[in-house]
Nanobody
Framework: QVKLVESGGGLVQSGGSLRLSCAAS????????LGWFRQAPGKEREGVAG???????LYADSVKGRFTMSADYDGKIATLQMNKLKPEDTGIYYC????????????????????WGQGTQVTVSS
């Protein structure tokens, strides 16, 4: 089984920064691919950032140029550096993982992920 634990959420003013972390623990030695998602109140869960074989990243248009994802090669830890935060970035942020490699274009689609963390709240005040 896989356990994902997010940390680093909080309250920040518009224009501020936060850094989220995701720690993955699992019994298998297989490479785990991690991604970041978020869900605002009353909205569907959306992909924020995904990573492909540890070399390429994909970002939602709404966060491009402001958010940066990094992950170690084996998928044991991932971070999401969020800069220039806006009130519309408010929501619960989730770390998610999957084992088989998927095309980069699919790394922002939640249906391809099998494992999810509990989420961490990010609130951006105006």
């Amino acid at each position: 089984q896989v356990k994902l634990v997010e940390s680093g959420g909080g309250l920040v003013q518009s224009g501020g920064s936060l850094r989220l972390s995701c720690a993955a623990s699992r019994e298998s030695d297989k490479k785990l691919y991690l991604g970041w998602f978020r869900q605002a109140p009353g909205k569907e869960r959306e992909g924020v950032a995904g990573i492909y074989i540890g070399t390429s990243e994909l970002y939602a248009d709404s966060v491009k140029g402001r958010f940066t994802m990094s992950a170690d090669y084996d998928g044991k830890i991932a971070t999401l550096q969020m800069n220039k935060l806006k009130p519309e970035d408010t929501g619960i942020y989730y770390c998610a993982g999957h084992y088989p490699s998927i095309p980069l274009r699919d790394t922002l689609s939640p249906q391809f992920y099998d494992f999810w963390g509990q989420g961490t709240q990010v609130t951006v005040s105006s």
